[in-house]
């Protein structure tokens, strides 16, 4: 394969329909057999799905964890109907964000007493960037910001810049290393592309960040949840992320942040709201940040949709995200076998790297006509989406997807093409 064909997927010289009957056989049989001998498998009764959907945008919105539901009736009905003001302490609603925050840490490799949960991955953004902006060593004077990045990134960081005196670099994550200076001052990144799916390398950037006197805020949005990211371990400075993604908090769920250990007694909020006060009763006129992780919290936190998050991280229980990464890197890897054997050729092509260090849990394929090929599969009972101008994504979410999903997908796929 020459480098221009290299990502091209699909059967040459075969229409799809004609391919089907032998492919299908040896592929649903393997999706079968995959499926059998797949250790998650089981955590798909952990989930309300819709019994004949293919699901895969859990990479936009994760689906309904079976305990949510009855979990959220409670915080309704009994918490807040009957024990009223009562339940901020006696149903744990003051604390929430903290140890929501550890129950979720653990996820993203973190030690207790570093994440906080509340206000949207925007917010918990501003936050990070003011706050690292602060920190960084003065004189410094450039904010670089991954140029790939989902919107909203960019948007706060054109701010949180111009609020410190910063100027904004956009700058591709493959050329981070070769833009870093000794005027660099923060470093934003996505740790996975939500366009595209790629991976980056957050040890390696993160190092190289650190070797030049900066500090990085790394934005989780796509890997949280679906492979292991190891924040303490690489030594990451901050970072943010939703919980409405792979981690199945439901719409607008809270999202959080991380503050190193080390950065806390210094961190300073941009947004330094009562909540984050060292004693937010005593309603004194002067603020006193409060030490720990409690510092990054603003205002009263949304219980209702914390509380479903809560609950929503129940279905971790027992689950290792190594194990969580070896099922998506493998229903990955066979998603696109699947499309070679059942898409004509030429018909799309992935944009997701097929090396496994460069891929998140996502596949992305660009097509003609995107919009209305994404269209025809939700219709086909086929969910993905799409993102202009030309990808389809596919959001593979090892805890309720199977390897049939995959098959199946890619059939319909096919057939479309057909
Ligand atoms: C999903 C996503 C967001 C979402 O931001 P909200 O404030 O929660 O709407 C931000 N950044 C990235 C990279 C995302 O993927």
Request: glycine share 10%; proline share 6%.
């Amino acid at each position: 394969m020459s480098d221009a064909t290299a990502n091209r997927v699909g059967t040459p010289a075969r229409a799809a329909d004609s391919a089907d009957s032998a492919d299908f056989a040896g592929l649903a049989a393997r999706a079968a057999r995959l499926d059998a001998e797949d250790g998650l498998g089981k955590l798909r009764e952990r989930f309300a799905l819709p019994e004949d959907l293919v699901y895969l945008d859990g990479n936009s919105l994760g689906a309904l964890p079976a305990a949510v539901p009855g979990a959220v009736d409670d915080v309704i009905r009994r918490q807040w109907g009957e024990l009223l003001i009562r339940s901020w302490d006696e149903s744990g609603w003051w604390t929430a964000p903290e140890r929501i925050g550890d129950l979720l840490a653990p996820l993203v490799g973190a030690a207790a007493g570093q994440v906080t949960v509340g206000d949207s991955t925007s917010v918990n953004l501003f936050k990070a960037l003011v706050g690292a902006a602060r920190l960084a060593a003065p004189g410094r004077t450039r904010m670089l910001v991954d140029a790939a990045t989902f919107p909203t990134d960019g948007y706060i960081a054109a701010s949180a810049a111009r609020m410190t005196g910063l100027e904004v670099v956009p700058v591709e994550p493959g050329e981070v290393l070769g833009a870093l200076g000794d005027d660099t001052a923060v470093v934003l990144l996505n740790h996975v592309d939500y366009r595209s799916g790629r991976l980056h390398d957050l040890p390696a950037l993160t190092a190289a960040v650190h070797a030049a006197g900066a500090l990085v805020v790394w934005d989780l949005c796509h890997s949280a949840g679906a492979l292991p990211v190891g924040l303490d371990a690489h030594g990451v400075d901050l970072a943010v992320g939703c919980t409405y993604k792979y981690l199945n908090g439901g719409p607008g769920a809270p999202a959080y942040l991380y503050v190193a250990a080390r950065h806390q007694d210094a961190f300073d909020s941009p947004l330094p709201g009562w909540n984050s006060h060292a004693e937010p009763f005593a309603m004194t006129p002067e603020y006193v940040p409060a030490r720990g992780a409690a510092r990054a919290r603003v205002g009263t936190p949304d219980i209702l949709s914390m509380l479903a998050l809560e609950a929503a991280l129940g279905v971790w229980e027992g689950v290792r995200i190594e194990e969580v990464r070896a099922k998506s890197l493998a229903l990955t890897d066979f998603f696109l076998e699947c499309v070679a054997a059942y898409v004509p050729a030429g018909k799309v092509e992935a944009v997701t790297p097929r090396e496994h260090g460069e891929r998140g849990s996502q596949v992305s394929l660009r097509c003609a006509n995107a919009r209305e090929v994404m269209a025809e599969l939700i219709a086909r009972g086929v969910v993905g989406d799409f993102r202009a101008p030309d990808v389809l994504r596919f959001g593979f979410t090892p805890l309720y997807v199977g390897f049939a999903d995959a098959e199946r997908a890619a059939r319909t796929l096919g057939h479309i093409f057909g």
